[in-house]
């Protein structure tokens, strides 16, 4: 089974920009990786997807300031969110589809003034 592992999280301003990175325990050039988040009281939501190709698809929230990407050589994929809302901060997760065991710990974005 595949461990994935979120990092680059933080404090930033609206209108700020930050790269989320999601690191595997090993290859995952075949799979899709998905991006979720889960804000406080919300149910968790989908925002991004990426092929074993490179195709992405996003959530209309996100369409336009997020860019996800992959580089399977080092069995990471990124999440580059530039023009952050208040409205983006919540935990982020990655995970392959359908995808069995617990969630990873998820790494957090906070948008704020």
């Known amino acids: 089974q595949v461990q994935l592992v979120e990092s680059g999280g933080g404090l930033v301003q609206p209108g700020g920009s930050l790269r989320l990175s999601c690191t595997a325990s090993?290859?995952?050039?075949?799979?899709?990786i998905n991006w979720y988040r889960q804000a406080p009281g919300n149910s968790r939501e989908l925002v991004a997807a990426?092929?074993?190709?490179?195709?992405?698809n996003y959530a209309d929230s996100v369409k336009g300031r997020f860019t996800f990407s992959r580089d399977n050589a080092k069995n990471t994929v990124y999440l580059q969110m530039n023009s952050l809302k208040p409205e983006d901060t919540a935990v982020y997760y990655c995970?392959?589809?359908?995808?069995?065991?617990?969630w990873g710990q998820g790494t957090l974005v906070t948008v704020s003034s």
């Open positions: 995970r392959i589809p359908g995808a069995l065991g617990a």
């Open positions: 090993r290859s995952i050039s075949i799979y899709v």
């Open positions: 990426i092929t074993s190709g490179g195709m992405t």
